[in-house]
């Protein structure tokens, strides 16, 4: 395993970005943040710290307005472009998924058929704004039109599991909310939620890259 950050051009100014390489990887994961935070959040690092290990190396985009020192998140077409910019520099010879959390989960499911992915990742998809059902973004989730895994909170506020389609591959957290805390008598610890965001994706970008062509590397022990 081996960590690295660099700084990349985009059409909305500097990104970043931060890789934590397998020694002999099968898969690359591209990963952006939400609108809330930055690549620091629980569950990107746990996927970057955990993945590179069974043959999967994870890269984090940081995009340009976090960079810049903003609090504020720039509007979803600007996301897109700074992702799209970022991925045409990874370069990678192994396949590519597109995922993120939150504000980057719906840019990974806007972006990765164009950018040839075989596969999106959606952590905590905010499916409506809070309160707001009738405000869907399903189509956008399904437009994606590559296998999608959703890995969703059991209380998250926007979007709870049982508003996904049936048809959705689905992996719940339990007691976890949008940003996958759980509460501290919820039954679920943080470190059991990151492990069930972990080795599900695991287990899902094993499934999903076979299909492609590519060989996993089996699951944690």
């Known amino acids: 395993m081996s960590h ?22 099968y898969a690359t994961l591209l990963l952006g943040h939400g ?21 999967v190396t994870v890269v984090r985009l940081e995009q340009p307005w976090r960079v810049a020192g903003r609090k504020v998140a720039t509007p979803p077409p600007t996301l897109d472009g700074a992702l799209v910019a970022a991925a045409d520099q990874l370069r990678t010879r192994t ?40 405000k869907s973004r399903l189509d956008e989730l399904l437009g994606a039109g590559l296998p999608t895994l959703v890995i969703q909170g059991e209380r998250d506020t926007m ?18 909310d949008h940003a996958f805390k759980t509460p501290a008598r919820g039954g679920v610890s943080a470190a059991e939620a990151m492990a069930i965001i972990v080795e599900s994706t695991l287990e899902w970008i094993n499934r999903e890259v076979a299909g492609a062509g590519g060989a996993g590397n089996g699951l944690p022990d």
Request: include cysteine; hydrophobic fraction near 35%; glycine fraction near 12%.
């Open 4 to 25: 690295s950050e660099r700084t990349v051009e985009t059409p909305y100014g500097p990104a970043r970005l931060v890789t934590d390489r397998a020694r002999s990887p």
């Open 35 to 55: 609108a809330g935070g930055g690549i620091d959040s629980r569950d990107l690092e746990a996927l970057a710290h955990h993945l590179p290990r069974h043959g």
């Open 95 to 134: 396949p590519l998924v597109i995922g993120g959390r939150s504000a980057g989960a719906r840019s990974a499911a806007r972006c990765a058929s164009r950018l040839g992915a075989v596969g999106c990742l959606a952590l905590a998809f905010p499916l409506h704004p809070p309160g707001k059902p009738e």
């Open 159 to 176: 979007g709870s599991p049982e508003e996904f389609p049936d048809h959705v591959d689905l992996t719940v957290v339990p007691t976890a």
